[in-house]
């Protein structure tokens, strides 16, 4: 278990840096901030580049946290918090990534909360630091709740933006 919980928490590090660098720079096929900042806009969340650098450096951090097992339960909600977003953004194109659906924040999301409850493990900043994030704690719980909850910004700031705009008003 505890070079599987390593690589899980290496793998999706990686995969978030990926991403953040995508919206940060451009790189691996990405749009940097302001292609990706269109996007966002066009998803509701205004304003769009702001946002866009946010959600990249929100990335970072928490892929950070994750990947060296460094306040672990602070990482995977912030992981869960960006990717409970983005997946609601693109759930109206259902759950495949393949048609532009919600399936890679949703996968993404979903090991950051199982890594919030299991713990980083014994290879990790943490277990070294002997911080108290052990399984079973409510630490897992708390993550899960506390990324849940600053989700909730930005989805009802984008609530408001989408119903103006389905309305007419500003």
Avoid at 19 to 28: I, S, T, Y
Avoid at 43 to 52: D, H, K, N, Q
Wanted: charged share 10%.
């Amino acid at each position: 278990m505890t070079v599987g919980l390593l690589l899980l928490r290496i793998l999706l590090a990686g995969l978030l840096f990926g991403h953040a660098l995508q919206k940060l720079r451009g790189w691996f096929g990405g749009t940097g901030p302001a292609g990706t900042g269109a996007v966002f806009e066009r998803w509701g969340f205004v304003p769009g580049t702001r946002l866009a650098v946010t959600a990249g450096l929100a990335e970072l951090a928490g892929g950070a946290s994750i990947g060296t097992g460094l306040l672990t339960p602070g990482g995977c909600a912030v992981v869960v918090g960006n990717m409970t977003v983005a997946a609601v953004a693109t759930s109206p194109q259902g759950f495949w990534a393949q048609r532009g659906g919600c399936e890679v924040p949703f996968c993404y999301g979903a090991v950051a909360a199982v890594l919030g409850f299991t713990g980083p493990g014994p290879w990790s900043l943490d277990a070294a630091l002997a911080l108290p994030w052990a399984p079973g704690t409510g630490w897992g719980a708390a993550a899960l709740a506390a990324g849940l909850l600053a989700a909730a910004v930005p989805l009802a700031a984008r609530a408001r933006v989408l119903r103006a705009r389905r309305t007419g008003s500003s």
